[in-house]
């Protein structure tokens, strides 16, 4: 009994982190830029995929090379995915959510196409584990705890400290006002997009070899940011994180003490409630904060 | 129509203090104030569009504070747009039509047919022969009026007016003033806002004055003119007050 | 909605609306598809009930999106949901197949409504995501294997969950060409109520919630009853569509709730050109038969070895869609019908 609530909190934790990363970089395209980026799952895919491809092809640095790799080719996709896909669209709000929506689809097509669709696993960076109190605890799952916590600290200061961050924030509360400020708000954005794209890839690089590579994880990724941010609120980045854990410690639990199943209908659930008596979430504003 | 200290705040900025009044069944009262009195945001608290911090709206002897917008409508309370607003890829005549459809509209309407009611309305604003056209060709004082059509289609017991004059020559200024004076002839209780207060003050018998959300004064234009506040307000603000 | 029509005024609507290019090439059409049973094989015949299928499919969803304004990621909802429903009931309820596609649809829409009212209430960009989010979960669940347990243990005899979905659904008709007829008429059916709605009042009213959803709450409409409702008509449609595909594929699936299904009603929709439901028929057209022949391409060794896999269908169609939102967002119904008859004009010497 002890080992099993162990395990729920364990792997909840480390589930929440993983959520929390990519929670926060759909949350802050779309606080930013009013965008709900169908393509958000797109970059963890295309960083699982490239991170595959060096490990497998490159002999001995194989894994390092894919890590360093994926991280700096998914941020710049994040940026062209906003110079050619959003920027031009931006009147059109069907039209940014219909072609980010294609490129989903394209990047799933094109990864089960260049490499292939069967089901892969990477190995863990540090492979080994511990025991603490009869339950094994990955160093893997200790890696990703560390590592997310400090990018969550760094893009918060980021954010919060930096002149750029302050300039993501004064857009994120009126862009038009930014602009008249002297900010180019185009560029903002995207660079918005790359810090969203640079923490799916980080989110990637740490649980791909938890979970496995295949084309569809992408849709997931999806589907979990948007119930953790309807659920924090859209537009806040503490509600995002919030929001992973509340939603990653309701799976861990129906995971370990009920059955699966309801585990797989939580984020609807979350979003039919959130949506029906709280429209705007645990913290929602316009602000970031 | 009774106002109660209604206040809306927000985010660091009140922009509607306190404010008290009333507008009895038939009147014409003209709103003023200088940009960014408030006179809009009270507009859009009455018409339900935004929701008060705090305070109360009666309308007809019902509290219709945080009410949705068409549901107010429904009951007689109109309003137009600032910036006009129009169902651009519509017809002129549909763009009537949907006021027409609405609940309240419809109980008119369907008397006499939806298309020939709203062909009606276009012609009573000199819009008829434009009827198969989309929005977006109209020059400005063409799609004011067709506001005003479009409110008439859902049959006003209180119109709300917001700055209709603005962004408008003489001749198209001249055109919207006959229109709303034969409106409230014919039975509308009419309450407009404009910040020019040269085509205001000419058409209403009373005006109320706000700045920065608070109220100021109320009466007929000629008092109100000579209010020391109010003089104040709008001097401070370069003078457009000169002009009356 | 009273059809006002008396049938003389009727008549003389139909006459002129044949004069017309487009009429001409309708009836055109028209006389096409009746006939083909007569010449083609199963194999042609059956790629067009694909076709009519989902023209119903992507007529359904650009319904909503193009006249109403409301974007849905998950039109695969009530695709499975309706498949499912169609599937068990005839299978093992036994129930005739019209029965079945009506309950199919009415279960499909109420399930919708669980994710469309609260998204629908609300302004903002709620229905494409929740609707995906939806129909994700509903994919999950349905592939379950501990769901499928518990339900042959419940059940004994029926199969609902698990990876093999339900199998062996009898065609409509043990004659094809008949099935065909019937597919055939429903698809006709479907699309005049449609465009019909579209045209009406009630198309007023979605087309005003489209264009300026305040401006229409201003005039007094209560816009969220019409945003619902016009996500159940779509998704009755859609639910249509979804039974008669389960019955042509002679069976249903968990992967009809994929995102995939939803992006094809998308594909088609915005190919042909949002708010004409023409469009739609061109929509699904180009993409059943282009998807076809990509597809046979694939197979193709000669091909295969130049583009090593990369005339799939999806991928292609992905890189279509991106293009044709980028540079040509209306859709290719306009300029094509424009060119048609250019060359028609040309032929006839004017």
Known sequence: MFETLLSFLIFGTIQGSIYALLAMGFSLVYGVGGILN???????????????????????????????????????????????????????????????????????????????????????????????????????????????????????????????????????????????????????????????????????????????????????????????????????????????????????????????????????????????????????????? | MEIKNLTKKFAGLTAVNDMSFEIHRGEFVGLIGPNGAGKTTIFNLISGIEKPTSGTIRFDGRDITGMATHKIVNLGLIRTFQLVRSFKFMTLLDNINVSCLSPRGKRIAKDYGIDEYSSTILASVGLIDKARLPPVILPHGDLRKLQIGKALGTNPQLLLLDEPFSGLSHEEAVAITDLIKSLHSDGVTVFVTGHVLRELMGLVPRVIAMHQGKFIADGPPKEVANNKIVLEAYLGRGGEFART | MKINYEFSDFKIYLRDWIRTFRGKLTVLCLIGFVLLPLTADSYIIGIFNTFMIFTVFAASWDFLAGFVGQVSFGHAIFLGIAGYVTAFTIRYLNFPWGLSLILGSVIAVLFGLIIGVPALRLKGPYLALGTLAMSLILYQLFLMGSLAILWENAFPGTILFGTDGIGQVPPISPNPSISYLVIFLIMCSSLIILTHLGKSKLGTIFKSIRDDETGAKASGINTTKYKILAFMISGFFAGIAGGLYTIRLSGVNPGNYQPLYSFYAIIMASVGGLATISGSVLGAFIFVFLGEILRLLGDNPNISDMFGGFTEPIFIFSVILILIIRFAEHGLLKPVLERLQEVWDLLLGR
């Open chain 1, 38 to 289: 169908q393509a958000h799952g797109a970059f963890y895919v295309i960083t699982a995929y490239i991170f595959y491809s060096c490990y497998i092809n490159i002999p001995q640095y194989g894994y390092i090379i894919g890590i360093i790799i994926s991280l700096i080719a998914t941020t710049i996709v994040g940026g062209l995915v906003y110079l050619l896909l959003i920027k031009p669209l931006k009147e059109s709000h069907v039209g940014v959510v219909i072609v980010t929506f294609a490129f989903a689809f394209f990047i799933e097509r094109f990864v089960s196409i260049a490499v292939d669709s069967i089901y892969h696993n990477m190995p863990y960076l540090i492979v080994g584990y511990f025991t603490f109190f009869g339950v094994n605890i990955q160093y893997q799952y200790i890696i990703i705890l560390i590592v997310s916590l400090l990018l969550l600290l760094l893009i918060s200061l980021f954010i919060n400290k930096l002149k750029i961050g302050k300039s993501i924030r004064a857009v994120a509360q009126d862009s038009e006002a930014a602009s008249l400020m002297g900010i180019n708000v185009d560029r903002i954005l995207a660079y918005t997009l790359m810090i969203s794209a640079f923490l799916a890839s980080m989110a990637a690089i740490l649980y791909v070899p938890v979970e496995t590579v295949a084309p569809h994880i992408g849709w997931n990724v999806l589907l979990n940011s948007f119930a953790i941010v309807v659920l924090g609120g859209l537009g806040s980045l503490h509600g995002s994180v919030i929001g992973a854990f509340i939603i990653a410690y309701s799976r861990s639990f129906t995971n370990y003490f009920l059955d699966p199943v309801f585990s797989a209908l939580i984020p609807i659930i979350v979003i039919v409630i959130v949506l029906v008596l709280r429209p705007r979430g645990l913290f929602g504003k316009k602000e970031i904060k």
